[in-house]
């Protein structure tokens, strides 16, 4: 009984956090986004046409620079989970917005499953040093949505 009761807790945690998340992505808008989005300076980072499928793109590279298997400990298991809900929340936002703009899932789908966006994940996989320069300029956007 009393397990169950913490599940609640941890679900009613879990519901209230991407509810915020959610709000406050709206609150920054498509501008705020830009404006918070990273770059990654060490990294060839493939190019997309559309510039709002260039964001998604860009801010999915930060869950590309974490990996639950390479998680030492559950604070780092946390971690990844917090920032794979993060970017969910930011590409779903995204991609209504270039939805509006005139993009189709079929184009951001071929654009965010090229053969260049494949080898950039592959790469992050192997190079420890790639996934570090992911997580320190990923880091000021994803404690800014956790605030």
């Known amino acids: 009984m009393q ?6 807790q ?18 920054w808008g498509l501008e705020g986004l830009r404006e918070r989005s ?11 046409g559309d510039p709002i499928v260039g964001l ?12 639950e298997e390479l998680a030492a400990t559950p604070r780092e298991r946390f971690y990844v989970k917090l920032v794979e809900v993060s970017v969910g929340v930011i590409s779903a ?4 917005e270039a939805l509006a703009a005139g993009a189709t899932d079929d184009s951001l789908r071929e654009a965010l ?21 992911v997580n320190q300029q990923c880091g000021p956007v994803m404690s800014a949505l956790l605030e």
């Open 3 to 8: 397990e169950d009761a913490i599940e609640e």
């Open 10 to 27: 941890v679900a009613d945690a879990g519901r209230r956090g991407v509810r915020d998340l959610i709000f406050t992505v709206d609150g």
């Open 38 to 48: 990273p770059t990654f300076p060490e990294l060839e980072i493939p190019t997309v």
């Open 56 to 67: 998604v793109a860009t801010f999915g590279v930060c869950s590309l620079g974490v990996y």
């Open 93 to 96: 936002y995204l991609r209504t």
């Open 113 to 133: 499953t090229s053969v260049e966006w494949q080898a950039l994940s592959e790469r992050l996989v192997e190079d420890e040093e790639a996934r570090n320069h």
